[in-house]
């Protein structure tokens, strides 16, 4: 166990739906990335959050959005799906700030959509 | 930004050879050059890591080397069984700036008993 959250783990919804995935980050961890899997692929890079703020975006779609609450949890809204968007979703975190910046990966949250 | 080559996207190797996996990096301030295994469906999990004031580390049958005039860094793995096959993702790093992680495209290793 990493002490990365993820919620929740299983997503099952229809084309032009929204959802939202959350993650908790470890304990005194400031940074959340967001990463999406698509079957056999590589992790793609989404969006970074370091301490509430928007530090780094990568493939982001536009129908996709991101954000960092104050106790530090992050969540993923993805809206307008397509079958396109099913993916496994993995939120991780690092501490950054002095600390050994090792990243932790969640358990991911497994997106279909039909 | 930083940009990370991964090579081969495939290997396959007979149980208890070496497998070797490498990947190059190309921006000089990257510091951080974590490995990750990922099983199927898992997460990726961090097996080594290594920081560019070091030249090489190891741990049991897992070592990784680091060539920083080169900008490449290599993971190692002896005496191969078939519980190491899965997904490997090299990674690179600016630490402690609160960027973000540059992941390889990731090889998948298959071995063979």
């Known amino acids: 166990d990493s002490g990365v959250t993820q919620t929740p783990k299983h997503l099952i919804t229809a084309t032009g739906q929204r959802v939202t995935l959350r993650c908790s980050p470890r304990s005194g961890d400031l940074s959340v990335y967001w990463y999406q899997q698509s079957l056999d692929q590589g992790l793609q890079f989404l969006i970074q959050?370091?301490?509430?703020?928007?530090?780094a975006k990568g493939n982001i779609l536009e129908r996709f959005s991101a954000q960092q609450f104050p106790d530090l949890h992050s969540e993923l809204n993805l809206s307008s799906l397509e079958l396109g968007d099913s993916a496994l979703y993995f939120c991780a975190s690092s501490v950054e700030a002095g600390g050994p910046d090792t990243q932790y990966f969640g358990p991911g949250t497994r997106l279909t959509v039909l | 930004g930083e940009n990370v080559e991964q090579h081969p996207s495939t290997l396959s190797v007979q149980e208890g050879d070496s497998a070797v996996i490498k990947c190059t990096y190309s921006d000089s301030a990257s510091n951080y050059f974590p490995w990750y295994k990922q099983e199927l469906g898992k997460r990726p999990q961090l097996i080594i890591d290594?920081?560019?004031?070091?030249g090489e580390k190891k741990d049991q049958r897992i070592a990784v080397t680091l060539n920083k005039t080169a900008k490449h860094f290599s993971l190692h793995i002896t005496e191969t069984q078939p519980e190491d096959s899965a997904v490997y993702f090299c990674?690179?790093?600016?630490?402690?700036?609160?960027?973000?992680?540059?992941f390889g495209t990731g090889t998948s290793l298959t071995v063979i008993p």
């Open positions: 290594i920081r560019s004031n070091v």
């Open positions: 959050y370091y301490n509430g703020e928007e530090r």
């Open positions: 990674a690179a790093k600016r630490v402690n700036t609160g960027n973000q992680f540059y």
